[in-house]
């Protein structure tokens, strides 16, 4: 899962950010509606943190822009604001949930786990490709009864290549699927990681395999019985 925190006061960024890092979430930071806007432009994310009082504009505003846009990604506002009827305001205004600052970590984490359960009409939980199956959820993979051992990047990239199984996934699109905006990853990187993720899924006969299209990308395929 990929996530967008929006937040100007840079202390408590750091330390959000690191608290959805330490549990395995993809996560990228920004302090200006302009820089979130520059963001989305480049990632589909799948959940927003999003405070109100930032320094170039309303996130009010921003959420009733996004709600307008379309976007359905759950957003979670962050805020000093505790009166009843700020509350009120941010969630007709299209936000899914209202944490008051300040919180605790563990209550975070929580909310987002709970509107990452949510139903998306773009998101299904499980996708199956021959004996393969990939929770994109938590991304956990199996073969029948038999769980891969895969590293978190790993994971990553087999959802995202799961969800296109069959289709050439080029490969700046896996560079900024793996990477937030704060650790790069190089192109030797990635191969390691195809690697890694090929070689298990063969150890377990899972019927699939990733065959690499040279100077293009990967894609995932069925192998044939």
């Known amino acids: 899962m990929r996530l967008l925190l929006l937040e100007d006061n840079a202390r408590l960024q750091a330390v959000v950010s690191d608290s959805l890092r330490t549990n395995e ?12 806007r520059s963001a989305i432009a480049l990632v589909r994310y799948d959940l927003f943190i999003i405070d109100l009082g ?8 921003l959420i009733r822009e996004l709600r ?24 007709e205004g299209g936000a899914d949930d209202y944490l008051v600052k ?34 994109s959820e938590t991304g956990e993979a199996r073969v029948k009864e038999h ?10 990239l087999l959802i995202l290549l799961a969800r296109r199984a069959g289709s050439v996934v080029a490969k700046s699109v896996i560079e900024a699927a793996l990477t937030d905006f704060e650790h790069t990853l190089s192109g030797n990187a990635i191969e390691v990681i195809v690697y890694r993720l090929r070689k298990a899924l063969d150890d377990k006969a899972s019927g699939v395999t990733i065959v690499t299209v040279r100077g293009v990308g990967y894609v995932l395929r069925e192998t044939q019985a």
């Open 25 to 36: 979430y993809l996560v990228d930071a920004v302090g200006t509606i302009a820089s979130f």
């Open 54 to 61: 930032l320094p170039d504009g309303d996130g009010l505003a």
């Open 68 to 91: 307008a846009g379309g976007c359905e990604a759950p957003i979670l506002v962050i805020t000093a604001q505790a009166a009843i009827d700020a509350r009120v305001s941010g969630l």
């Open 102 to 135: 300040p919180f605790h970590q563990a209550e975070l984490l929580a909310r987002i786990r709970a509107l990452l359960r949510r139903p998306q009409s773009l998101r299904t939980p499980m996708i199956e490709v021959g004996s393969l199956k990939v929770d």
């Open 147 to 156: 769980v891969l051992d895969l590293r978190l990047r790993e994971r990553r």
